[in-house]
């Protein structure tokens, strides 16, 4: 094997990057559902030819994709397999969560890419579709029992046979959507996306060659490997816990134990989730694949330099049981991995905050609120408005928590509301931080935000899928928890809240009336009562905290000129440290 130069080998990892992130700006500048366009909640990379493995992944993509799509590679390798093998053109499509993780709503395509008459590597996109059938529109059914009432599952099957187009294939898709159309411009986006990537690829190989290309991959995963168990190495030797709760899983009202035991062995890490709920009759579930990418992006933010490709998880050992509520098979309901996953973030970041606070933060809001409203127009035309929603990020080493960020699984970005008004019969008579929803801290938790949607229409439906209505984001090192999310909606007996707290089916709304989300924030980092007093002083002239929660949360009193009143501050913060 050659030995590539480092020159060669930071070019190679540039163009490669390059290209995947080419696929992704061109699907979300063609496709047609403002999840994909707006949002961005796609995902583009390239694939390893033997495994699936992850070897490049797009900058603008989801990252929780990056660890899912592995799975959902290798599921296609293996149905090609046993059909004789993949051919040149041909591209597989599926949304079977239990091969490829995540929920039905995100379809894949997944083509492999010929050099000297061999498959050199696979080209799959993602992308989260706007409705694919089930018994909700927009498809986050919170009380789905099982995967037939969350939308069509279809499972690895060829879109195109070398490179011939199976028109019988989208007739099906389409047929099961409630908004073909939006179904049909997204699925050629992502055609397009792949097309564009074998072209670029070709035109790499023809430049630098197979075998530079293929060593320049391979290098880049060995030294992604080697930073991760150099950063392991550092952690302290031992095991630590953490462990949080979901809400309840829509059918049951009972919380759900999402626990993480992790093992610090030299140059290894264990994350040992065994302790964790078994699996559940709402969905809430996820797929072992899904638990193993989400734990992929909680290690992604603790160890930001590390590079996005599967040699990061190589020194990392996974003890999952069978039939818990993280990882369970069809036909369990999945619909809601979102939420779970967050979950499995935070207990990460509370488990590191215990051996190298340095490296941690203040769990972020932890739920995106899929809130659907769906209806039909004066002229009979069905809309269907699917979107989710933003919340406060932790406090963290180095300063105060992002205000109104999305969740720490993406990179993806909150939908404008001038797009969702100007596509949906909606205002929004609310788009604003909340006030003291952010964890207090010597470094504070980001705000959360309201946001009140006004139906315009004569009448619609809403769903809503969220969570941390009963057990708020924590904070770390001292830093105390944020505020709980909260829905309310408008009825012809005045304001009423799901009887679930944070999940409903089946509102009914009539024109002028209103729903109204209330985020969280994010958890603080570090004791509240060390703040710097002008740093609190300065939050409540900006409106993000109260003087009533200046004083009990942070010991701060502020005058009628809002200025810190160091006399009684101080006697303030004594009292306390004495209580």
Same mark, same amino acid.
């Given at each position: ?77 293996? =149905? ?29 395509? /997944? ?12 080209? #799959? $996109? ?10 909700? @529109? ?38 099961? +959507? ?42 880049? =995963? ?32 009972? @919380? ?17 989730? +065994?302790?964790? #709920?078994?699996?559940? $009759? ?50 369990? @309901? /999945? ?29 972020? %809001? ?31 080493? =180095? ?16 939908? @404008? ?19 003291? +929803? ?41 830093? =105390? ?7 309310? %909606? ?11 707290? +944070? ?31 002008? #740093? ?39 009292? $306390? #440290?004495?209580?």
């Amino acid at each position: 094997m050659m030995a590539i130069d480092p020159i060669t080998l930071a070019i190679l990892k540039g163009r490669l990057e390059q290209i995947a992130d080419e696929m992704d700006a061109t699907l979300f500048r063609s496709a047609f559902n403002p999840i994909i366009a707006e949002a961005h909640d796609a995902s583009h990379g390239i694939y390893d030819a033997a495994n699936g493995d992850t070897l490049v992944q797009g900058k603008s993509g989801l990252p929780i994709f990056v660890g899912v799509m592995a799975f959902a590679v290798k599921a296609v390798i293996e =149905k090609a397999a046993a059909q004789g093998g993949p051919r040149d053109g041909d591209v597989w499509i599926f949304n079977d969560p239990y091969a490829g993780g995540t929920h039905l709503s995100d379809f894949r395509l /997944v083509r492999p890419l010929f050099a000297n008459g061999e498959v050199f590597c696979y080209l #799959a $996109s993602v992308g989260h579709w706007h409705d694919v059938g089930g018994n909700v @529109p927009g498809n986050y059914n919170p009380v789905a029992t099982e995967c037939f009432q969350e939308g069509m599952l279809i499972p690895p099957v060829k879109l195109f046979d070398q490179g011939a187009l199976r028109q019988d294939v989208i007739d099906i898709l389409s047929a099961n +959507s409630r908004l073909p159309t939006s179904l049909y411009g997204d699925l050629n986006g992502q055609i397009n996306a792949l097309d564009l990537g074998v072209r670029r690829m070709q035109e790499l190989l023809g430049e630098y060659g197979a075998e530079t290309v293929a060593e320049a991959l391979g290098e880049l =995963k060995v030294r992604a490997a080697r930073l991760m168990r150099a950063q392991i190495r550092d952690l302290p030797d031992g095991t630590v816990s953490a462990e949080d709760f979901l809400d309840n899983d829509g059918i049951v009202d009972e @919380p759900l134990k999402i626990a993480l035991d992790l093992t610090i062995e030299g140059e290894r890490m264990r994350m040992d989730f +065994s302790r964790s #709920a078994v699996a559940c $009759s709402g969905p809430l579930n996820i797929s072992r694949a899904t638990t193993v990418a989400a734990c992929y992006v909680a290690l992604k933010h603790v160890f930001g330099d590390v590079p996005a490709n599967a040699g990061v998880l190589e020194p990392v050992d996974f003890d999952i049981p069978e039939g818990s509520i993280l990882a369970v098979d069809a036909p369990k @309901p /999945v619909g809601g991995y979102t939420e779970t996953i967050l979950r499995l973030i935070d207990v990460v970041f509370q488990a590191v905050a215990t051996i190298a606070p340095e490296r941690s933060n203040g769990c972020a %809001y932890g739920t995106i609120n899929a809130l659907s409203l769906a209806g039909h127009r004066g002229d009979g035309r069905r809309w269907v408005m699917f979107s989710f929603f933003g919340g406060g990020h932790g406090g963290h080493p =180095k300063g105060d928590g992002l205000n109104h960020g999305n969740a720490p699984i993406s990179t993806a970005t909150i939908p @404008p509301l001038e797009i969702l008004e100007a596509a949906y019969p909606v205002r929004f008579t609310q788009w604003a931080l909340r006030p003291d +929803s952010g964890g207090p801290g010597n470094h504070r938790g980001g705000l959360g935000a309201v946001y009140e949607i006004e139906l315009i229409e004569e009448s619609a439906d809403a769903f809503l899928f969220g969570e941390r209505g009963r057990f708020a984001p924590p904070g770390v090192v001292g830093g =105390k928890p944020a505020a709980l999310n909260r829905f309310v %909606y408008d009825t012809n007996e005045g304001e009423k809240s799901p009887a679930m707290t +944070s999940k409903m089916v089946g509102v009914k709304l009539a024109r002028g009336q209103h729903v109204r989300l209330e985020t969280p924030g994010g958890g603080g980092y570090g004791d509240p009562m060390t703040r710097q007093p002008d #740093a609190v002083a300065r939050d409540v002239g900006l409106g993000f905290v109260s003087r009533e929660a200046a004083e009990a949360d942070y010991g701060v009193v502020i005058d009628g000129d809002g200025k810190v009143d160091e006399a009684a501050t101080r006697a303030l913060r004594q009292a $306390s #440290a004495a209580a």
